[in-house]
């Protein structure tokens, strides 16, 4: 990307977000796209940052694939229940979801993330009366003040849990449920296995990725921090292998789909409060 492009400078969990955008983006080009977030390789031409460094990660596209696309059928499901709901984003990185989804005219839509990663996420996606972002840490609890309260509300943490502490996740969770009367939880996990390997890979192989500080040991953990929360269905990530266009990486998730501790290692849960 030439130097006229949107200029980019952010590292730690916020650089993810461009880890993610470009296997998106990747993703995007398939024949038959998984996620067909066309909008995600615009951005990618716009932006100005070397994602040539990231071409040895284009093999996890379909993870990140397959966990929108989950999410997304999720999502909605929630608004064709409720087509007057606000949906609140955390850590939005620069996901395309508000508009990918096309959600009713009615509902009311919040992204939330760094006042960094904000800031450019302003200059490329438009904002109205039906969408808005907002820039916070996740862990402050002020931010929540600038949502109205008074609707259905679905939360999506997309890639977001599992690097926050433990105490963080609970606090985040109980001024959520707090807040808002009703709505759905959704959100991804990884196996505690999958954590501890990550805090011994050095960040160069990691791929841009930070450590994962928290792991989901099961769907009914977070029932047992805060009773308002209600477990309502888990999904395998690697479990989602028939939806891979690309023969040879269908047949590698599906024979890590095929043993217990490969199967769980990537979750996406949705909860119910």
């Known amino acids: 990307m030439g130097a006229s492009g949107e200029k980019v400078d952010l590292t730690g969990v916020q650089s993810t977000m461009l880890v993610t955008l ?3 983006a990747v993703e995007s080009r398939e024949p038959n796209s998984i996620l067909r977030d066309h909008r995600a390789a615009e951005l990618v031409s716009r932006i100005d940052y070397d994602f040539g460094k990231l071409r040895h990660a284009a093999g996890n596209r379909f993870l990140v694939a397959l966990r929108a696309r989950q999410l997304d059928d999720w999502a909605a499901d929630f608004l064709r229940r409720h087509p007057d709901a606000t949906v609140v984003q955390l850590g ?3 996901d ?6 096309d959600p ?3 509902v009311r839509w919040f992204d939330l993330d760094q006042p960094d990663v904000i800031a450019l996420h302003r200059r490329l996606y438009p904002e109205s009366d039906r969408y808005r972002t907002i820039a916070a840490s996740v862990t402050d609890p002020d931010w929540l003040d600038q949502i109205p309260s008074d609707r259905p509300t679905l939360v999506i943490a997309e ?3 599992m690097y926050l502490a433990e105490r963080d996740i609970q606090r985040l969770l109980c001024r959520l449920t707090d807040r808002f009367p009703h709505g759905e ?3 991804d996990g990884v196996a505690p296995w999958m954590s501890a390997i990550s805090r011994r890979v050095p960040q160069r192989l990691r791929g841009g990725y930070p450590s994962l500080s928290t792991p989901t040991r099961d769907g009914r953990q977070l029932e047992r921090g805060n009773p308002r929360l209600r477990y309502r269905d888990e999904v ?5 292998y028939p939806r891979i266009p690309v023969p040879s990486y269908r047949a590698v998730y599906w024979l890590l789909s095929r043993f217990r501790a490969t199967r769980n290692a990537m979750r996406l849960f949705r909860f119910e409060f």
């Open 185 to 187: 939880l959704l959100f």
């Open 236 to 240: 395998s990530l690697v479990g989602q």
């Open 22 to 24: 470009y296997l998106r």
């Open 104 to 106: 009713p005219a009615r």
């Open 92 to 94: 939005c990185g620069l």
């Open 96 to 101: 395309s979801r508000a508009f990918r989804l």
């Open 159 to 161: 890639g977001l849990l």
